[in-house]
């Protein structure tokens, strides 16, 4: 257990619905990263907020809305996503530079 | 070609064995981290090290800032070592983190 919980932990969804991966952490963090893990690739580094404001946005396409309400809960909103969008999404917290990962969601989209 | 660059890709071997991965990468950087990742998708910090040589247990994590160059190893190796191993480092320039593509590691019994 490393402090930070994802849920749900596993979502299959058509690419018409809304659904939203919810992250949290214990740790007393004031940054949270949302990543992208697929198949055989690094991770790719999507969102960063910073005491609860975002600070980085990788050029993700905005069908990935992402909310941060306070430094403790981290979302990510899903809409009319695409298959290849399908992937392990990881959530981390930081007070410094080591990051404390999720245990991520796995997301299928038909 | 990515700035941080790991081999093998896949590597199995047999419990006791000797085990090496490498990363090597192209950008100055202030620190190196390698993490561990089960199957089930959780990642877990092994080493942070920004010079020389770290032992944990079996692991030992090494880095040779010259050549721009770090090995993990783990000696005596068990089958609960299976995992994916990843090394990333952080940019000197702008402090992000630069991501390997991970080497997965299989210890059979």
């Known amino acids: 257990e490393t402090g930070v919980t994802q849920t749900p932990r596993h979502l299959v969804m058509g690419m018409t619905n809304k659904k939203s991966l919810k992250c949290e952490q214990h740790?007393?963090?004031?940054?949270m990263y949302w990543y992208k893990q697929s198949a055989k690739k690094p991770l790719e580094l999507m969102f960063v907020y910073n005491f609860k404001e975002q600070t980085e946005n990788n050029s993700v396409p905005s069908r990935f809305s992402p909310e941060c309400p306070n430094s403790s809960h981290l979302f990510l909103h899903l809409h009319t996503l695409q298959p290849e969008d399908s992937a392990l999404y990881l959530c981390?917290?930081?007070?410094?530079?080591?990051?404390?990962f999720g245990p991520g969601t796995r997301l299928t989209v038909t | 070609k990515n700035e941080v660059e790991q081999s093998p890709q896949n590597l199995t071997a047999q419990e006791g064995e000797f085990i090496t991965i490498n990363c090597s990468y192209s950008v100055g950087i202030s620190a190196l981290h390698w993490l561990q990742q089960h199957p089930g998708g959780g990642i877990v910090s092994l080493f942070m090290l920004s010079s020389g040589k770290k032992k944990h247990g079996r692991l030992i994590a090494t880095i040779n800032i010259q050549e721009k160059h770090s090995s993990l190893h783990i000696t005596a190796s068990h089958p609960r070592d299976s995992a994916v191993y990843i090394c990333a480092v952080r940019s000197r320039s702008n402090y992000q983190l630069i991501w390997g593509a991970g080497t997965k590691l299989i210890i059979k019994p």
């Open positions: 740790l007393g963090h004031n940054a």
């Open positions: 981390a917290s930081s007070r410094g530079y080591e990051q404390y």
